[in-house]
């Protein structure tokens, strides 16, 4: 079908699709529009939130006729998500740092639906005052901050997390640091506002309060 940002039309045409879905702020707006042209019934996504996750999840249910299912899932993963955010409300919120991408060094602001997760995980995000929903920050910038746990979650499939650990265990006055709290959380889970964002969220939630979960 071509790639996230290079829609293949000719491709999408030859399949006759009956449904076509697109996310919001990722495919070509004038791709998606040229679809809807040639007579294509097009669904755009827009997941930054978990209540827009699940209300994707029901209009899907609509159009697809499977309402129903839709609504299990839908309140299945409410009830999921309430179970995390009843666990950690009255519980020490420590500072979390959350790294997507090493070189250069880049983490989620308050913009971003990681933003929302490490929230309701229990969390305060490192990068919550920063006005780009994904800020570059310098070493000396996290340093200062001094967060308590630091999240690691590069899609650079390539790097070893031993290794990133490694460098940042070098700033011994980083709490995370001295406590020991740098951990992997699988980009799969944290990366994409779908459905896995649950099992994101409840993963994270157990890095910053094992003893809750």
Request: hydrophobic share 40%; charged share 25%; glycine share 6%.
């Amino acid at each position: 079908m071509g790639s996230y940002v290079n829609l293949n039309i000719e491709k999408i045409v030859s399949l006759k699709p009956d449904l076509i879905i697109g996310t919001y702020g990722g495919n070509p707006k004038t791709k998606v529009l040229r679809l809807e042209q040639l007579g294509f019934p097009v669904y755009i996504t827009r997941t930054e939130t978990a209540a827009e996750m699940l209300t994707m999840i029901e209009d899907i249910g609509t159009i697809t006729h499977t309402s129903e299912k839709a609504g299990v899932l839908a309140n299945m993963l409410r009830q999921r998500i309430n179970a995390v955010t009843s666990k950690v409300r009255n519980a020490r919120h420590p500072v979390v740092f959350l790294e997507i991408n090493a070189k250069p060094l880049i983490t989620t602001g308050a913009g971003s639906f990681q933003h929302e997760v490490i929230t309701l995980a229990g969390g305060r995000n490192l990068a919550a005052d920063s006005p780009a929903r994904y800020p570059q920050y310098s070493l000396e910038d996290v340093v200062k901050k001094g967060p308590d746990i630091i999240l690691i979650s590069t899609m650079d499939r390539a790097g070893l997390f031993e290794q990133q650990r490694a460098q940042w265990m070098r700033w011994e006055n980083i709490p995370a640091v001295q406590n020991k709290r740098i951990y992997f959380i699988d980009s799969d889970l944290v990366d994409r506002a779908s459905p896995r964002i649950v099992d994101g969220l409840e993963e994270m939630a157990r890095l910053i309060h094992p003893t809750l979960f």
